[in-house]
């Protein structure tokens, strides 16, 4: 069988590969401002000049001290603060010649500075003076992870998980629910603190982001050694220059001063496990609400329009918790093989640390993708109090928790084992009031505990509410 290939096809929304692209263009185009290939050409640029600007500051570097002014330090931030598309396809041709990336970026720079500036060869030379490309790589990706990460990604958690779980769980803080163990009838809970029961998970992940995990890059020559600048200038005190310099980009980065020719990137793994975490957390939610609609307790608000299936017109689906969670899987299997890989590299360096981290927003996109796809699905959300209800008092076996610990606390023999054999029942036969009364009215006990046992039922045996 022969097939053909239409090699005019453009790339838009319909012919993207990636649903990323295509599809879900629409809801994650946020993130192509850190991770798509324009991204990453600027802020490249981003550090080459501010690089520059570092180093004219140097009054050892004489060259540089007629443009360390204000007036030049401003047109050289115009370069990556103006940047356009077209300069970034003006970098990818001169990549074609140069078939290295960084070397493309350096040339733009330097053309910029020579056409737009008037600068001589000889200030010129000192862009990318002393680098390899991975301190620019390794300076410019981590500092569009950090700045994604504060920008978009965790408000986005924030504003579409969070908020809205607190609301809810504040809403029906007191609304009594029959819980599940195993998948069987348990002590009561309520269906607020089950909420609170994610919003503490996710918000000791959030902490941790922004507490724990440090936001770490490389910047030190060929080998780490900072060697080309240490041969080339050695009064000066470079790795106190380079630890300042990082810090000037975004105050959360760290310089490694210890490293191969890359970042060792064991911190970039802490950081995609720690979303991969979140992400954990999320699809365990996503399972329990669902369950909760199949059960009844939560309905679903119906959109005008929207079909659920294409033969059974009566269909709501939770579909919004389904794409989340199958979304999420995705980001996992990407975080998981991206946290194991980065941190390996043969020797002093091998190439494949620079094909993986292209498809770092993937997985990011995959997750901001989930958390408006549960957003979404929360806000459709209406408590079914009739059917929770319902189910409650249908179970009054559950409160026999209560009786044989009152009991215990009364020094009444064996209490456990006396309920065992009243609530322990199969097939279609069910614990009622009137059961666990009857055998309240049995017992040998003073006629005030067998009121306090009676008062005990399935609705008000729900704990200690904290305040939240």
Same mark, same amino acid.
């Given at each position: 069988?022969?097939?053909?290939?239409?090699?005019?096809?453009?790339? $838009?929304?319909?012919?993207?590969?990636?649903?990323?692209?295509?599809?879900?263009?629409?809801?994650?185009?946020?993130?192509?401002?850190?991770?798509? !290939?324009?991204? *990453?050409?600027?802020?490249?640029?981003?550090?080459?000049?501010?690089?520059?600007?570092?180093?004219?500051?140097?009054?050892?570097?004489?060259?540089?001290?007629?443009? $360390?002014?204000?007036?030049?330090?401003?047109?050289?931030?115009?370069?990556?603060?103006?940047?356009? !598309?077209?300069?970034?396809?003006?970098?990818?041709?001169?990549?074609? %010649?140069?078939? &290295?990336?960084?070397?493309?970026?350096?040339?733009?720079?330097?053309?910029?500075? &020579?056409?737009?500036?008037?600068?001589?060869?000889?200030?010129?030379?000192?862009?990318?003076?002393?680098?390899?490309?991975?301190?620019?790589?390794?300076?410019?990706?981590?500092?569009?992870?950090?700045?994604?990460?504060?920008?978009?990604?965790?408000?986005?958690?924030?504003?579409?998980?969070?908020?809205?779980?607190?609301?809810?769980?504040?809403?029906?803080?007191?609304?009594?629910?029959? #819980?599940?163990?195993?998948?069987?009838?348990?002590?009561?809970?309520?269906?607020?603190?089950?909420?609170?029961?994610?919003?503490?998970? *996710?918000?000791?992940?959030?902490?941790? *982001?922004?507490?724990?995990?440090?936001?770490?890059?490389?910047?030190?020559?060929?080998?780490?050694?900072?060697?080309? &600048?240490?041969?080339?200038?050695?009064?000066?005190?470079?790795?106190?220059?380079?630890?300042?310099?990082?810090?000037? *980009?975004?105050?959360?980065?760290?310089?490694?001063?210890?490293?191969?020719?890359?970042?060792?990137?064991?911190?970039?793994?802490?950081?995609?496990?720690?979303?991969?975490?979140?992400?954990?957390?999320?699809?365990?939610?996503?399972?329990?609400?669902?369950?909760?609609?199949?059960?009844?307790?939560?309905?679903?608000?119906?959109?005008?329009?929207?079909?659920?299936?294409? %033969?059974?017109?009566?269909?709501?689906?939770?579909?919004?918790?389904?794409? #989340?969670?199958? $979304?999420?899987?995705?980001?996992?299997?990407?975080?998981?093989?991206?946290?194991?890989?980065?941190?390996?590299?043969?020797?002093?360096?091998?190439?494949?640390?620079?094909?993986?981290?292209?498809?770092?927003?993937?997985?990011?996109?995959?997750?901001?993708?989930?958390?408006?796809?549960?957003?979404?699905?929360?806000?459709?959300?209406?408590?079914?109090?009739?059917?929770?209800?319902?189910?409650?008092?249908?179970?009054?076996?559950?409160?026999?928790?209560?009786?044989?610990?009152?009991?215990?606390?009364?020094?009444? =023999?064996? =209490?456990?084992?006396?309920?065992?054999?009243?609530?322990?029942?199969?097939?279609?036969?069910?614990?009622? !009031?009137?059961?666990? &009364?009857?055998?309240?009215?049995?017992?040998?006990?003073?006629?005030?505990?067998?009121?306090?046992?009676?008062?005990?039922?399935?609705?008000?045996?729900?704990?200690?509410?904290?305040?939240?």
């Amino acid at each position: 069988m022969s097939s053909t290939t239409n090699s005019n096809i453009q790339l $838009n929304n319909l012919t993207a590969i990636s649903p990323i692209d295509g599809r879900y263009w629409g809801q994650v185009q946020g993130l192509s401002e850190y991770f798509s !290939e324009y991204a *990453l050409i600027k802020y490249r640029v981003q550090v080459e000049i501010e690089y520059f600007i570092e180093l004219s500051k140097l009054t050892e570097l004489k060259p540089l001290n007629p443009v $360390n002014k204000e007036e030049d330090h401003k047109k050289l931030r115009d370069i990556y603060l103006q940047f356009k !598309e077209s300069d970034a396809q003006k970098i990818k041709q001169i990549e074609k %010649t140069t078939n &290295h990336d960084i070397k493309a970026v350096e040339y733009f720079i330097k053309e910029k500075m &020579h056409t737009e500036l008037q600068y001589s060869e000889v200030v010129t030379e000192f862009i990318h003076f002393g680098l390899t490309s991975q301190d620019i790589n390794n300076t410019a990706i981590p500092l569009s992870i950090v700045e994604s990460v504060e920008k978009v990604l965790i408000p986005q958690l924030k504003q579409s998980i969070l908020e809205p779980l607190r609301q809810y769980a504040q809403q029906w803080k007191s609304v009594a629910m029959l #819980a599940r163990t195993h998948g069987q009838p348990a002590t009561p809970t309520t269906v607020g603190k089950e909420l609170m029961v994610f919003i503490e998970r *996710l918000e000791n992940q959030i902490n941790h *982001l922004e507490q724990s995990v440090p936001h770490t890059c490389k910047f030190g020559g060929a080998t780490g050694n900072l060697n080309a &600048h240490k041969v080339s200038y050695p009064s000066i005190d470079w790795v106190a220059f380079s630890e300042r310099f990082v810090k000037i *980009l975004h105050p959360s980065l760290k310089r490694m001063r210890f490293t191969t020719q890359i970042e060792h990137y064991d911190n970039v793994a802490s950081l995609l496990d720690a979303f991969k975490r979140i992400n954990t957390i999320l699809i365990d939610l996503c399972r329990d609400i669902w369950t909760y609609i199949s059960m009844e307790y939560f309905n679903q608000k119906l959109i005008k329009g929207e079909v659920g299936s294409s %033969t059974m017109p009566h269909k709501v689906n939770p579909i919004d918790f389904e794409n #989340a969670e199958g $979304n999420m899987g995705v980001a996992n299997a990407l975080y998981e093989h991206l946290s194991a890989k980065l941190p390996i590299s043969r020797l002093q360096r091998d190439l494949t640390d620079s094909t993986v981290l292209r498809s770092i927003g993937v997985p990011f996109s995959h997750s901001l993708l989930s958390f408006k796809s549960i957003q979404r699905g929360l806000s459709k959300l209406v408590l079914n109090e009739a059917n929770i209800a319902k189910d409650l008092d249908a179970n009054w076996a559950v409160v026999s928790e209560a009786i044989q610990t009152i009991l215990r606390r009364e020094g009444f =023999p064996k =209490p456990y084992e006396a309920l065992k054999e009243l609530t322990r029942v199969s097939g279609s036969k069910k614990i009622t !009031e009137s059961d666990i &009364h009857t055998f309240i009215d049995s017992l040998s006990i003073p006629d005030d505990i067998k009121s306090e046992l009676k008062l005990i039922t399935p609705f008000n045996y729900i704990g200690i509410i904290s305040d939240f």
